[in-house]
């Protein structure tokens, strides 16, 4: 029998960097006071563990047994970090952000190996009173039966600037240009890979953010929330 977990909400978000996913998954969560699976966090997680322990990226064995393995743990964050990523106990929130991170993750999410036991840890984040699934293949592979899909998009300077200003304002040094190469290759792999491509479910509405702020995206994305999903608290319906 289903427990009561399988049958909660799931608003499924993918799209790929710089389109303001992160945020909008974060304000959702918030204003609807659910719970946020940040699954990109999950790769960052991995490669991060495999960098320390000299795991190779191409090793899908030993990374598959890194992502069934590792003690991690999510924690509720504040402000612009709605959740606080924990590896054996140490806040790591800020160490899986690095770009060498996340070149390594784009990397390791290849692996049909880590992807399966990723799948594991990501469907148990299903609970009461429902779950905003921020990721690439949230809608299309691990949560089908989401009732809300969503896929945000937007053009790759506009994104290249987006993600320059925030490492610029996290204090982290970054060439513009390199930037702009490295998220289209690592567009093109994620697309590409034969298990779980960065492509939006077949009914998934895409929302394309190139040249709207956030508010506006918010707007556009909580029309699709509350067309689809009942018993919404007050808040959302006056939103």
Same mark, same amino acid.
């Given at each position: ?12 978000? =993918? ?15 918030? /204003?609807?006071?659910?719970? %946020? ?6 790769? *960052?997680?991995?490669?991060? @563990? ?15 047994? /890194? ?50 036991? /990723? ?6 984040? *299903? ?24 896929? %945000? ?8 600037? *987006?993600?320059?200003?925030? /490492?610029? =304002? ?34 998934? @509405? ?34």
């Amino acid at each position: 029998m289903a427990d009561e977990s399988s049958n909660a909400p799931v608003i499924a978000i =993918d799209g790929p960097s710089g389109t303001g996913k992160g945020t909008v998954c974060g304000r959702l969560a918030a /204003l609807l006071g659910w719970h %946020l699976l940040d699954s990109g966090a999950l790769y *960052r997680l991995v490669a991060l @563990v495999a960098e320390r322990s000299g795991t190779a990226g191409s090793d899908e064995a030993g990374l598959s047994r /890194l992502a069934r393995e590792m003690p991690l743990e999510f924690v509720k964050g504040e402000g612009e970090t709605p959740i606080r990523a924990l590896l054996d106990g140490e806040d790591v929130t800020a160490a899986i952000r690095a770009e060498s991170i996340s070149r390594l993750a784009s990397e390791v999410a290849a692996h049909p190996g880590v992807r399966q036991a /990723l799948l594991i840890r990501q469907r148990a984040a *299903r609970r009461p009173p429902g779950l905003i699934a921020d990721g690439r293949d949230m809608g299309t592979v691990v949560f089908p039966d989401a009732p809300v899909k969503l896929f %945000l998009t937007a053009g790759p300077e506009e994104r290249a600037r *987006r993600r320059y200003k925030q /490492l610029k =304002d996290k204090g982290i040094g970054v060439n513009l240009r390199q930037l702009s190469a490295e998220l289209a290759e690592r567009d093109a792999r994620d697309s590409e890979r034969a298990i779980s491509p960065l492509k939006p479910a077949t009914d998934a @509405v895409v929302v394309d953010t190139t040249g709207i702020d956030i508010e506006t995206v918010m707007q556009r994305v909580l029309a699709q929330v509350t067309e689809n999903i009942s018993d919404l608290p007050a808040t959302v319906k006056s939103h």
